[in-house]
């Protein structure tokens, strides 16, 4: 469970460039592990000797370092929301509009209805979407970028891991929610650009399989991070 004491902190007026969580999704995304960005506590240490002790990479120590900050704050960086984000926040709901087609009972958590699924006391992921056993991870890039989508005919993992690694945890998630077997999950992964002339290349689907590597170290991999951050917070008596 999450330290008592953490949720009497009071906050102090507003500091950019951090913001203060409001509503359900961004509390619990506080101070958690997401599937965004797990791709950091599965690095490996870089020196053998870290490796056979089975130690946390820099790279993890750092991700854990910034969800106890988070925790003992109250606070989440607040990252800079760049033409390209924004550009994918507005055509998101046009390609899950397409998608529908396939999926009449996926279910958005894009724009005003975000959902966190819940894996542990201090993880859990926010898929794009959700349709029944099936999670989505929807990217709305540039043309050339979409077009190496096209491309790659369904390699996500050596495009881009942390897409694959995202989609990956949510399967974990989503899974344990509806207390279904992770190994029974889906993932899709779409690209979307309506820049394409050619309306047939405007949207791009791949299934991400669930990975059994993964799938095994992954419940570990959370624990031992919960582990170091707990080991953290209770320096503190909280």
Partial sequence: MRP???KNLKHQPMIEPY???????????AGSFTSSQIGSLFTEPRSKADKEAGNLSETAKSYIMQKVSELLTGTIRNSYQTPEMQWGL?????AIELLKENYNDLVYYGAENPKFFQYS?????????VSHNIVFEIKCPNPSTHIEYLLCEGDIKSMNKDYWYQLQMNMACVAKEI???VMKMQGIFASYCPLMIESKLRLVTYV????EDFQSKFPDVIS?????LRTIIDKFNL
Avoid: C, V
């Avoid at 507005?90 to 046009?94: A, D, L, S, T, V």
């Avoid at 991400?208 to 990975?211: Q, R, W």
């Fill in 224 to 228: 031992k991070a919960e582990q170091h």
């Fill in 179 to 181: 207390g279904m077997d």
């Fill in 19 to 29: 913001i203060y969580p409001e509503g359900e999704w961004m509390n619990k995304r």
């Fill in 208 to 211: 991400i399989t669930p990975d």
């Fill in 90 to 94: 507005q055509q998101e709901p046009y």
């Fill in 121 to 129: 006391d201090f993880s859990g992921g926010s898929p794009d979407a």
């Fill in 4 to 6: 008592q004491g953490l």
